[in-house]
T-cell receptor
Framework: GNSVTQMEGPVTLSEEAFLTINCTYTATGYPSLFWYVQYPGEGLQLLLKATKADDKGSNKGFEATYRKETTSFHLEKGSVQVSDSAVYFCALRPGAGSYQLTFGKGTKLSVIP | ETGVTQSPTHLIKTRGQQVTLRCSSQSGHNTVSWYQQALGQGPQFIFQYYREEENGRGNFPPRFSGLQFPNYSSELNVNALELDDSALYLC???????????????FGEGSRLTVL
């Protein structure tokens, strides 16, 4: 079946530090990959996505590249801010004909001034 | 543009009771899905509705059921509540099927259910 594994948290970083949150997946076919973010007191919202191998998704300074050879979609940001403190979820959609998302367990990020 | 709204935000039930959770989808969205998020876990897909019919279901028992109404709002019903049903229940809407389906879901803030 489909599954997503992401690094355990919580992760605590100082402001302006480099962020990497690892995500690997198992899926048949050609899934689409997503990062969702959940800020405190808010609903989940899409951060970025990639729909095919070697695509790079980017938004708000965050980036992730769809690596089919390593079945990975690691999230990176060069310089985090306090406002980036949130829970980050990696997710996959199995194919264009499917509407179900499979999520990882989430990684809580805390950025301290 | 009104986002996805859910009600109630919090509720407490006892084992064996039944619960109904409600969701209004974002304007223009005709597909609604429900997810269960246990504490410390990622959301798990329960089912999805499109044009008032269920068109996808995750690994949840039949006591989890739903409805979608002509205005695309939706309900999640859970019968015979168990302690393990305690979770945050998330509703998500999306703008359509086929080429309109980009895979992005728009989530509400959830209904937190506690079963005692």
């Amino acid at each position: 079946g489909n599954s997503v594994t992401q690094m355990e948290g919580p992760v605590t970083l100082s402001e302006e530090a480099f962020l990497t949150i690892n995500c690997t997946y198992t899926a048949t076919g050609y899934p689409s990959l997503f990062w969702y973010v959940q800020y405190p007191g808010e609903g989940l919202q899409l951060l970025l996505k990639a729909t095919k191998a070697d695509d790079k998704g980017s938004n708000k300074g965050f980036e992730a590249t769809y690596r089919k050879e390593t079945t990975s979609f690691h999230l990176e940001k060069g310089s985090v801010q306090v406002s980036d403190s949130a829970v980050y979820f990696c997710a996959l959609r199995p194919g264009a004909g499917s509407y179900q998302l499979t999520f990882g367990k989430g990684t809580k990020l805390s950025v301290i001034p | 543009e009104t986002g996805v709204t859910q009600s109630p935000t919090h509720l407490i039930k006892t084992r064996g009771q039944q619960v109904t959770l409600r969701c209004s989808s974002q304007s223009g969205h005709n597909t609604v899905s429900w997810y269960q998020q246990a504490l410390g876990q990622g959301p798990q897909f329960i089912f999805q509705y499109y044009r008032e019919e269920e068109n996808g279901r995750g690994n949840f028992p039949p006591r989890f059921s739903g409805l979608q109404f002509p205005n695309y709002s939706s309900e999640l019903n859970v019968n015979a509540l168990e302690l393990d049903d305690s979770a945050l229940y998330l509703c998500a809407s999306s703008p359509g099927q086929g080429i309109l389906n980009t895979g992005e879901l728009f989530f509400g803030e959830g209904s937190r259910l506690t079963v005692l």
